[in-house]
């Protein structure tokens, strides 16, 4: 009997603000939704941006102004809003306008016969000198240097990025003044603060949790795609000696993939458990996904925090991406919309799904979910936001352009609509599942993505199956994309409403629609339509998954079939002081109360702390003990 992996705790940041109890869903459908909710999320961002802070019941202003909450949405509503989502990069993380750059040149006197002279303090001399400097001592402190020939040197002068738009974090918004971030990079500055929402999101005690469970029976599975590439990450590294800095002892170990799994691990969890990070590109998310889930299934792991964090708005990722021709440059937006007087397009409608498109927008986002078995879910009465049965990725084969599409994601998507179909049975897949794609905006997205979903829908008898895409509104956050889709559909079937792409117009008149229906508008289908949803990626290098969300209702339906009425009434019993318990957290984040779990050199264990026996591993701090009465699989052939 597999164990069915549930969903009771998910959390994070993206440009559409705090993931957990759906407020970045929220802000995405925030006209359609009542006026309290509308208050609610407002209010969360104001102290996420900084904005305003709560404080003695009233909400304090930069200028010391103390508003109740209905005055300082009505004054800085629209500032609040247009502080998130898809825009023009904020001066915060750098000035698109002025990007520095270095221009090799070579120097040489004005009149023939002349020689170049000039000083220089002594300490700054190369320690190779070129052949052709000859280097008189000034002073103690300054050299002079004259040169014969010509002066090869970079002069320093900046650019104006033709990128100027992306998903980033709400501006205002620093996690590093969360906690003691020491000189983290931006990346795991993020981790630090998903990963802790995630959790406390979910209204247990992590400690009892704890209690109940093996430590080798925790396990986390996260990472992000590229790296940390900023200045404190990999970034630095490859930067500092051509930039005249140091490179320190931080910028390699930080900048490794498996980071955010190392400090949940290390700074949050404090976990000992099965640990690992799968990479490939767009598709990290899932492929992380795909590992908790089937260790779940078998029995192996009993709770995984899966996640990923990226943050990949740098000038240099960014010129990576338009280099290979996949980002949205202005002035193609300019040229999309015929606008010819114009000096910059309509930033918050850069990416398009499925529509007239020429490039997807980078984002950047940190996003965790917390998995249990059902068994374990039942018995300490966690609330269950849906279920994840099954992950499916294949490559592509064969292929010439390495960052060309192929047929492996033909594979998972019907991998995954026939494993549905056997849950859910034909109408339920053909009716009652909406598809979360990949959408990521380039004219090679919408044709090939488009053409796996039409074919997978219509060979299933498929005639409408609803798709929407989130990036329309993040952005494409790369590794960690792949939660942003987890997490804002669950919000469905919270409020019953299905984001539309409204950046698109209409569909591209070169996309697939047999059996598909492209969700343009928000559309209300209510909080029980939806079955289940399929969640799509397509990453670069052939990297494709597809993951099946069930909806919370479903997936309580199949645990009834599993628990008697007596054991499903305790669980509820046990599910009310959950709720409350994480309502509390939610009104305390909204407030700006509540600091991210951060415990460095925290309960820190040593090999001669731990009682070890034939049997088994008593570790401090645990209750259980690590069995170590390990099955032979493989009995028959001994």
Known sequence: MA??????????????????????????????????????????????TNIAEYQNGAWLTHDGEALDSETLIDTF???????????????????????????????????????????????S????IPANWQVKELSKTHSEITVDGTLETFIKDSKSLSVKAAGQLPTGFDPSKLYQSRNHPRGLQMTVYGASDAILSSGLDWDKVRNVVAPDQVAV?????????????????????????????????????QMPADFVNAYILGSVGNVGTSIGACATYFFNLERAVEQIKAGKVRVAMVGGSDAPITPEIIEGFRTMGA?????????????????????????????????????ESSQWTLLMDDELAIELGATIHGAIPAVYAYADGYKKSISAPGVGNYLTLSKAMAYLKNII????????????????????????????LSQAATSFGATSMPVTAMKAYLGHSQGTAGGDQLHLSLGVWEHGILPGIITSNAVADDVYTDGLKFQLKHEEYGKDHFEAALLNSKGFGGNNAT??????????????KRYSDEQLATYQDKNKAVQ?????????????????????????????????????????GYQMPVDLNVENEFDDLV
Request: glycine residues 8%; aromatic residues 6%.
């Open 221 to 257: 599975y996260a990472a992000n795609s590229i790296g940390q590439m900023d200045d404190l990450g990999f970034g630095g590294m490859l930067k500092s000696a051509l930039m005249g800095k140091r490179t320190t002892s931080k910028h390699l170990p930080l900048g490794y993939a």
């Open 580 to 620: 409350e318990a994480a309502q509390a957290y939610n009104q305390a984040m909204i407030r700006g109360e509540i600091e991210p779990i951060y415990r460095f050199g925290f309960n820190v264990l040593g090999g001669e702390e731990l009682d070890i026996t034939d049997k088994k591993i008593q570790l401090p």
């Open 125 to 128: 001399l190369p320690d190779n």
């Open 425 to 452: 049975g034909v109408d339920g897949l053909t009716d009652r599942t909406f598809i979360q794609a990949h959408g990521t905006s380039t004219p090679q997205n919408r044709v090939t993505e488009s053409h796996v």
């Open 327 to 363: 980002l949205a440059e202005d002035t193609a937006l300019l040229a999309l919309d015929q606008l010819e007087n114009q000096k910059e397009p309509d930033h918050t409608r850069s990416c398009r799904p499925f529509a007239q498109n020429c490039g997807f927008t980078i984002g």
């Open 3 to 48: 164990r069915l992996p549930v969903i009771v705790g998910f959390g994070g940041i993206n440009s559409a603000g705090r993931t957990s109890f759906h407020q970045a869903y929220r802000r995405i459908i925030l006209d359609l939704l009542p006026q309290a909710i509308q208050q609610e999320v407002l209010l969360d961002l104001a102290t996420i």
């Open 77 to 123: 509503g629209e500032e609040i809003l247009a502080r998130t989502l898809i825009r023009r990069i904020h001066p915060s993380l750098f000035d698109v306008d002025n990007v520095v750059i270095h221009k090799s040149s070579a120097l040489a006197p004005v009149a023939e016969g002349e020689k170049l002279s000039f000083s220089v303090k002594t300490r």
């Open 547 to 560: 993951a099946v969300l069930l909806s919370p209702n479903r997936a309580m339906s199949m645990l009834r």
